[in-house]
């Protein structure tokens, strides 16, 4: 009996060989094409390990240096701030809207992560939604 099934059986051996190499048994060692990833890292073997640099932090801080370039320009442009009365009854300057909208912002980002998880995509648009407020209105 063994060996009728092992005659049966026998014809079958090139093909699943052929089969494992071509779905993927013979390529284990190869990374597969993936596409854009926010997490990956952005540098790999350049030696700037001080730092998880990936294009989610590089955005963050390329984001930040760009609102505080804009800030010194129309400081420049304009001095004092442009100072007004909001509705949270406080005289704010642009620098100090700017604060306020990053710091909810953070909060935002925050209970977003708290309440939903991850992708933060949606809590993107709520704190761009609350930034918006805060120079409109406050």
């Avoid at 051996?13 to 190499?21: D, E, G, T, Y």
């Avoid at 890292?41 to 989610?56: L, Y």
């Avoid at 004092?80 to 909060?107: E, H, K, Q």
């Amino acid at each position: 009996m063994r060996r009728a099934l092992a005659v049966l059986a026998l014809p079958l051996v090139p093909l699943s060989a052929a089969a494992q190499q071509t779905q993927g048994w013979g390529q284990l060692n190869q990374q597969a094409e993936t596409g854009f990833d926010w997490t990956a890292p952005a540098f790999k073997d350049t030696g700037i390990g001080w730092m998880a640099w990936t294009p989610a932090t590089l955005a963050f801080f390329g984001v930040i240096l760009t609102l505080i370039l804009l800030m010194c320009v129309l400081e420049w442009r304009r001095p004092g701030g442009a100072p007004r009365d909001g509705v949270l009854g406080l005289t704010t300057t642009r620098g100090d809207r700017l604060f306020i909208s990053l710091l909810g912002s953070a909060y935002v980002f925050i209970g977003w992560l708290l309440v939903m998880g991850t992708p933060v995509w949606g809590g993107l648009a709520l704190a761009l939604v609350w930034a918006a407020f805060v120079f409109w209105k406050v």
